[in-house]
């Protein structure tokens, strides 16, 4: 159980999934009327991240810090997984999917596990077997977090999307170091070094397909957020072409996040699909 007051322990897992559960904003206004002859919360320590990438809040103990985040442990279609050749089967039936990204307006956030990159409006798009996604924030783990023939590229972006029910895709990017990526000097520029729940706008538009490889062919899977509360029914596209970063931008994202990864789950029977 937690002693967490019912204010504190909302506060934490808003504060732990921003961007993916839309209206926690407004349940933390609601009950923080509701507390208006109490004291006021010591809202920055609250909301402070119990989970991290190492010691007593590693991965390997996720599943014992909250009672929200059993999944972590008892899961049976967790991610990220090592993609190996002989677990993934064409199917002819399936289509790369759509991308349909436009520049738009996006804001920074240091949310303490990585940089999470909000984006405005719900113009952008990825569509998967006829049914459409919407993007809702992105943001980026080192080393990669899905391993391919059991090796890691050095960075992995997840672009995270929703539907209006809920269901979640997450279309993830492997990157290699290489060739400067120019677009992502607008957010590298402006990357907010210290933990904090206020958001960075960018200046402009930021072109998202700038950060897509050319091939869309892809590896899919059922899986699950790689973070606490590690819910499961995502929809995975792994793209199979990484891009290219130069060392310096994948350095810059280092300094702030050594790592960020969790390792890779049992894949338990699961299968992998590709297009045909
Ligand atoms: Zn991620």
Partial sequence: ????????????????????????????????????????????????????????TSPEHWGELEEDFETCELGKEQSPIDIEAPDVKKDSHLSPVEVDYSPSEVSLVNNGHTIQVNVSGENNHIVLEGKSYTLKQFHFHLPSEHEVGGKHNEMELHFVHKTADGEIAVLGILINGGAENAELNKLWSQLPREESEEAVAIDGKFDLKALLPGDLHSYRYHGSLTTPPCTEGVQWIVLQQPVEWSEAQIGAFRTLFPHDNRPVQPLEGRTLETEG
């Avoid at 509701?34 to 609250?46: F, G, L, N, V």
């Fill in 1 to 56: 159980m937690s002693l967490l007051k019912p204010y504190s322990r909302l506060l934490l897992v808003c504060g732990l999934v921003t961007g993916l559960l839309a209206g926690c904003a407004e349940k933390e206004q609601a009950l923080q009327n509701t507390e208006k002859s109490s004291p006021a919360p010591a809202a920055p320590a609250a909301a402070k991240a119990h989970w991290s990438y190492e010691g007593d």
